[in-house]
């Protein structure tokens, strides 16, 4: 397994949308495993295979609590077949967006039709965080980032932020 490196925003290769995967192989696995291992490592709860470069219906999710034991979820070619109708705001983070924040308003429970790593159709119904963190993740599928949900106001903050600190970044490396 490996750590890769992820994907900061603002980039363009963020706002790729994602080719099917079709069949899961030996690379779709690795990838998906050291997929993993990088989450952990962040530490986040989910990520995309978009945000490591490789733009792939991919996404691995585990929103299992500390002290709980890991519940890692590997998702190709994820669809949400089905949403509630009401609309939770919660907050999100993203890691692509270290150290930022911001409430989105969202469907509280969907229901996902994916293809596991066995190339076994599935499909779950999930609330709470785990419904949240699977629309968040399809998202980056679609080339869509937590700051699209925010205004344009919220937005420049955000991404001039985010721009000054890979400045601050470049100019203590060099
Ligand atoms: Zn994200």
């Given at each position: 397994m490996a750590i890769l490196p992820i994907i900061i925003a603002?980039?363009?290769?963020?706002k790729v949308t994602s080719e099917p995967v079709g069949r899961v192989d030996d690379d779709a696995r690795k990838l998906i495993d050291d997929m993993l291992e990088t989450m952990y490592l962040a530490p986040g709860v989910g990520l995309s295979a978009i945000q490591v470069?490789?733009?792939?219906r991919l996404i691995v999710i585990d929103v299992a609590?500390?002290?709980?034991?890991a519940a890692p979820l590997r998702l190709a070619?994820?669809?949400?077949i089905a949403y509630s109708d009401e609309a939770v705001a919660m907050e999100e983070g993203c890691l692509s967006f270290p150290e930022h924040y911001a409430e989105v308003k969202r469907p509280g429970e969907v229901i996902l039709r994916y293809t596991d790593e066995r190339n076994q159709r599935q499909e779950f119904e999930a609330d709470g965080l785990l419904a949240r963190c699977i629309q968040h993740e399809m998202d980056h599928l679609d080339?869509?980032?937590?700051?699209?949900?925010?205004s344009a106001i919220k937005r420049g903050i955000i991404i001039r932020k985010l721009l000054k600190a890979r400045k601050a970044k470049a100019l203590k490396s060099a």
């Open positions: 603002p980039d363009p290769r963020l470069g490789v733009p792939k609590r500390k002290g709980e034991d070619d994820p669809k949400i080339g869509i980032l937590l700051v699209d949900h925010l």
